[in-house]
């Protein structure tokens, strides 16, 4: 079964840092591009950020750029999201999800909360 | 960034009848690359519709997906009570990829 996993959420004050971790299984991880997306509570889906297979290529939203760094190990099928300097802003519930080129983003994750307060 | 706009907000139907949701771009989706999600509380999105108009795999045909450019729709056939949920479209032609702000489909 295609499945991914999230772990690393958790209560962290202003100006904090966490790292998220996203381990996927049940599919070659390496042959896949990797998304983060997020979900403020009561609110619509973000996208976060984005890296190719094989790690070369990434990309952010704005809202981001700058605090977040996403990286990946294909030896240990996991996707990882290091978010610096968070704000009360980021409150969300990260999801990893898959990307398969031009056919959307399947699965996603259960998500895993990040609260943002001090 | 491509904006996506959603129609109607919410939407409230009975279980046998037809839901039409719209979904406006602000510019051209590129390759047609518009996705819908489904979403219930508590869980995680659920990938409907790709490339605007193909179905993800295990998803009823009462699910379709059409249009192109900068007007999409997606149209379910005869509502089930499991079809009543928040639905979302997304562009992933273009970075940054965007999200509409979602229909929620009530029972009426």
């Known amino acids: 079964e295609v499945q991914l996993l999230e772990s690393g959420g958790g209560l962290v004050q202003p100006g904090g840092s966490l790292r998220l971790s996203c381990v996927a299984s049940g599919f070659t991880f390496s042959n896949y591009a990797m998304n983060w997306v997020r979900q403020a509570p009561g609110k619509g889906l973000e996208w976060v950020s984005g890296?190719?297979?094989?790690?070369?290529?990434?990309d952010y939203a704005d809202s981001v750029k700058g605090r977040f760094t996403i990286s990946r190990d294909n030896s240990k099928n996991t996707l990882y999201l290091q978010m610096n300097s968070l704000r009360a802003e980021d409150t969300a519930v990260y999801y990893c999800a898959r990307g398969i080129y031009g056919s959307g983003w399947f699965p996603w994750g259960q998500g895993t909360l990040v609260t943002v307060s001090s | 960034e491509i904006v996506l706009t959603q129609s109607p907000g919410t939407l409230s139907l009975s279980p046998g009848e037809r839901a039409t949701l719209s979904c406006r771009a602000s510019q051209s989706v590129s390759s047609n690359y518009l996705a819908w999600y489904q979403q219930k509380p508590g869980q995680a999105p659920r990938l409907l519709i790709y490339g605007a108009s193909s179905r993800a795999t295990g998803i009823p045909d009462r699910f379709s997906g059409s249009g192109s450019g900068t007007d999409f729709t997606l149209t379910i056939s005869r509502l089930e009570p499991e079809d009543f949920a928040v639905y979302y479209c997304q562009q992933y032609g273009t970075s940054p990829y965007t999200f509409g702000q979602g229909t929620n489909l009530e029972i009426k």
């Open positions: 890296i190719s297979d094989g790690g070369d290529i990434t």
